[in-house]
Every structure is written in C-alpha cells, then in structure tokens.
C-alpha cells in the first residue's frame, strides 16, 4: 500500500522555525521528484519546494533563502526545513511524490500536516 505520512507540523511563533517529514512507504522514492505543498484557508494549493530524483531543488519566491527542502533515500523520507516562519505561511503542507515514466504518471499525495505561525 502506497503511503506518505508527512510530521512536524504544530504551532509556532513568527520568525521560529519548523521541520516537516515525509516518510514513504509501499514504493522508493528515489526515482520520484519530491514536492512540498501548502493550502491556506480559502486559497487554492500552490507549491512550496521541489526535490527531483538527482537532487535538484527549486523554491517558489516567497520561501527562497528561508526553505531547504532535502531528501534521504535510504529513510525513503523527504525533509522541509523552514525558518524565519511568517504568519502567511500558516496552512496545510503537504507532501507529494511524482514520477512521468513508460507513458504512466505516477503521483501519491499525504493527508498533510497543519503549520500555524502565530504569536
């Protein structure tokens, strides 16, 4: 059974930081690109960072320099290391796995976890 089960989410106040986990199960992550998402309450979903099978990283605008998205294949976990928090960046973050291969996609999606950034 295909699996990802993001932790580290919770509260914290502006400018702290926070660590969110991926862990992947029922395949291996190492040839998929790794995303993190967020949804706030009443946007629509939009991507934070982006790890790809060789290591690659890219980052929206908003989240350069205080983001650091990383990877361990040998856990099969994906990292999100986010500092200097704002309270804009409060939302659901999710974890995404994504591979294009044969002329099949595949893309697996976490049930999220809540980051609130308040004082």
């Known amino acids: 059974q295909v699996q990802l089960v993001e932790s580290g989410g919770g509260l914290v106040q502006p400018g702290g930081s926070l660590r969110l986990s991926c862990a992947a199960s029922g395949f291996t992550i190492s040839s998929y690109a790794m995303n993190w998402y967020r949804q706030a309450p009443g946007k629509e979903r939009e991507l934070v960072a982006t790890i790809t099978n060789t290591g690659s990283t890219n980052y929206a605008d908003s989240m350069k320099g205080r983001f650091t998205i990383s990877r361990d294949n040998t856990k099969n976990t994906v990292y999100l290391q986010m500092n200097s928090l704002k309270p804009e960046d409060t939302a659901m973050y999710y974890c995404?796995?994504?591979?294009?291969?044969?002329?099949?996609?595949?893309?697996?999606w976490g049930q999220g976890t809540q980051v609130t950034v308040s004082s």
């Open positions: 995404n796995a994504w591979l294009w291969v044969a002329g099949k996609e595949y893309n697996y």
